[in-house]
């Protein structure tokens, strides 16, 4: 019963949607109207700034680690990433938006946090490394999901490869779109980096 318990608490703290709530309360906007119409980190940067992206960055990927640390505080024998793998869905499917939500980057670098912390920096390098030549947030977004899964292999724990994988599958299914406008060169790009600079 504990162990249902941890997996429910873990795909609700994965359903909170600090974006959506941050823009409805101080800047009186729903986010799911603006830009992309996701309620991610990703988003809110564009809709409402700076500020409010990094306070949600910080917020998805910390209900992606605390999640992922529920089975341990519990004391219960569930894996750590499965727990993760819930919060990472709950981020995508969340109950409080009618299953709705972001595209579930930040949230699963909460969970790799959680786990491997120095994997993260090393993804962490890529996704900074990606953006700056390209200035895409959706292409850094989606190779570092790459690199993640293919170092997963090497981790030695096949439940952590498996959880990264299909956060990998769930990036590209929640970055099709995005991945249509790389394609087209019409992909929206940040006003940082070499990308944007050759515009």
């Given at each position: ?100 939500g972001g595209k579930a980057v ?94």
């Open positions: 019963m504990l162990e249902i318990t941890v997996i429910l608490l873990a795909y609700l703290l994965g359903s909170l949607q600090p974006g959506l709530w941050i823009g409805q309360t101080f800047f009186k906007k729903d986010i799911r109207e603006h830009g992309s119409g996701n309620t991610g980190t990703t988003n809110t940067f564009r809709v409402l700034g700076k500020t409010a992206g990094i306070i949600v960055l910080i917020l998805d990927m910390a209900k992606g680690s605390i999640a992922t640390l529920l089975p341990i505080w519990f004391g219960v024998a569930i894996h750590p990433m499965l727990a993760g793998a819930f919060a990472i869905i709950g981020h995508v499917f969340s109950i409080f938006i009618r299953f709705k930040a949230t699963s670098a909460g969970v790799v946090l959680a786990v491997q912390p120095i994997l993260l920096l090393g993804l962490a390098v890529v996704w900074v490394s990606v953006l700056y030549l390209s200035s895409m947030v959706s292409l850094a977004s989606i190779l570092t999901l790459i690199v993640a899964a293919i170092a997963s292999l090497f981790v030695g724990d096949w439940v952590f490869t498996l959880v990264i994988w299909i956060a990998m599958i769930i990036v590209f299914v929640r970055h099709r779109s995005n991945i249509e406008r790389i394609k087209n060169g019409e992909e929206n790009k940040v006003s940082f980096g070499l990308g944007q600079a050759k515009k």
